[in-house]
């Protein structure tokens, strides 16, 4: 191991301050953990709305074909039909676009 290597290995390990600000301990790990953590629930959230998003097209999916092939005795007006489709379509796009902006934030202080 080179005098530099040692150097910043004990810095490291006794969490000096650099002079800038910048200490490095535990401080750094736990910010780290938390990073990793919140990175794994934003995952998990996004694949909890795929789910979410692939029901609700299934479900669109299946009012659509009963009423289209008049099955199961299930039919709607044209204006509920098309108030459920948009209606519908605007709460999953809107979904979305919570989810998206909540996984793709910005970090300011």
């Not at 379509?89 to 676009?97: D, E, F, K, M």
């Amino acid at each position: 191991m080179t005098i530099k290597e040692v150097t910043k290995k004990q810095i490291v390990d006794e969490g000096q301050d650099f002079g800038n600000g910048a200490i490095y301990d535990d401080e750094q790990a736990e910010k780290a953990d938390m990073r990793k953590e919140e990175r794994s629930t934003r995952q998990w959230l996004i694949a909890e709305l795929t789910k979410i998003s692939g029901l609700w097209l299934a479900f669109t999916a299946i009012v659509v074909l009963c009423c289209g092939f008049r099955l199961l005795y299930f039919t709607l007006s044209d204006a509920v039909m098309i108030s459920f489709l948009t209606t519908s379509l605007g709460t999953v796009l809107g979904l979305w676009g919570i989810g998206l902006r909540y996984y793709f934030a910005s970090r300011r202080p």
